[in-house]
């Protein structure tokens, strides 16, 4: 066949021209029987597995196959035709260096892509069972960092391997550019403070997004949104809080919903001395009993906490199983405590004082 092919086309002077027309349709047939062995065989064989993570590489992997499949023909023909170089003019040999520097560039870039999505589609995986086995919101917080630092590792290698291929040096540059991170990294030291503080945040997981949680400063509100340099927290009257990272990895910060959305209701109450306080006790505790959110288990209590100048007070503790309800609660048994207590002849005092008046006038002093 190939001595048909060359005195088709000019005999033994063509032979390289025809080897690498030979040699790339060879290589897309092979590249395309196994894009045919991958759809009918290998695609039957993953869809039969539990896990959709084969599925889903199998679809990143079959679409590069065919530009992979493209560029190795093409760059196999032109090694055929640069293995006969003295048939070849000096322009001619500098044109096919030149594309042969061009498709091992683009071959470079496909594998790094390649890498890239496989990479991100790995870490999403293991992301989405963490979230699976408590880690709820870990997958929306740190998808995007590391989607950036994939992206950036990838395109820098591929970058740096490119670049070798073309005869520049790149220990320099790596040189230069790491002279200039350390300087970046000193002008940028507490926002590099944050991204770090950030990091360790949606790692350690002291808050999720969602969750109502207490700053030191007294603060309280609901995480909306935890970034790279700060997190937001919406409060009760939707202003957001923007709080750097690196604040609150060094403080003390109270978490209301984890790890369970469970919280104490509290209401505190006074009652007259000489009141029944065993009575007063049964009184509030059916109260709590039968609000919608209290929790019968645990049972409500009801305990004496403070002996006052002109009061006893009670404090009613109680549970309920989300943190949101936890104000309504006790506003509801506040108002319903106005309402029981007169009807069962209990008093909630008003403070008393003793004021003597002593007129100097008549003390033995005085005389």
Do not use: C
């Amino acid at each position: 066949m190939q001595e048909r092919l060359y005195h088709m086309f000019g005999g033994a002077r063509s032979a390289p021209f025809v080897d690498a027309v030979t040699t790339f349709f060879a290589v897309l047939v092979a590249g395309w029987i196994l894009k045919v062995f991958f759809d009918k065989v290998v695609r039957k064989i993953v869809k039969r597995t539990q896990t959709t993570l084969d599925d889903s590489v199998l679809a990143i992997f079959v679409p590069s196959l065919r530009w992979f499949t493209l560029i190795i023909a093409l760059t196999l023909g032109i090694d055929q035709i640069q293995g006969k170089a003295g048939l070849l003019t000096k322009s001619a040999q500098l044109i096919l260096l030149y594309v042969d520097h061009l498709l091992y560039a683009a071959g470079v870039l496909i594998i790094a892509i390649l890498f890239i999505r496989l990479s991100l589609l790995s870490l999403e995986h293991v992301l989405r069972r963490y979230d699976k086995r408590g880690g709820a919101g870990v997958n929306e917080a740190l998808n995007p960092l590391l989607e950036r630092l994939v992206n950036i590792l990838g395109l820098l290698l591929a970058a740096t391997i490119i670049l070798d291929r073309f005869g520049i040096n790149v220990s320099s540059l790596l040189v230069f550019l790491g002279g200039s991170s350390v300087a970046i990294a000193l002008a940028a030291q507490e926002t590099l403070s944050n991204m770090i503080s950030g990091f360790v945040i949606m790692i350690d997981r002291p808050f999720r997004v969602g969750d109502r949680i207490k700053l030191p400063t007294g603060e309280t509100g609901d995480v909306y949104e935890i970034g790279l340099r700060s997190t937001r927290i919406m409060d009760f009257d939707n202003n957001l809080i923007i709080s750097p990272n690196a604040e609150l990895v060094k403080a003390k910060v109270v978490n209301y919903a984890y790890p369970q959305r469970l919280i104490r209701v509290k209401v505190d109450v006074n009652v007259a001395y000489g009141t029944d306080i065993k009575r007063a006790r049964t009184v509030l505790e059916g109260l709590a009993k039968r609000h919608p959110d209290v929790l019968r288990d645990p049972v409500p209590e009801v305990f004496v906490t403070a002996l006052g100048e002109s009061a006893v007070a009670l404090t009613l503790i109680a549970r309920t199983d989300d943190f949101m309800k936890k104000f309504k609660a006790e506003a509801d048994i506040r108002e319903q405590i106005l309402e029981s207590f007169p009807k069962d002849g209990i008093d909630i005092p008003f403070p008393q004082r003793v004021v003597t008046v002593k007129d100097e006038r008549h003390s033995p002093k005085a005389s």
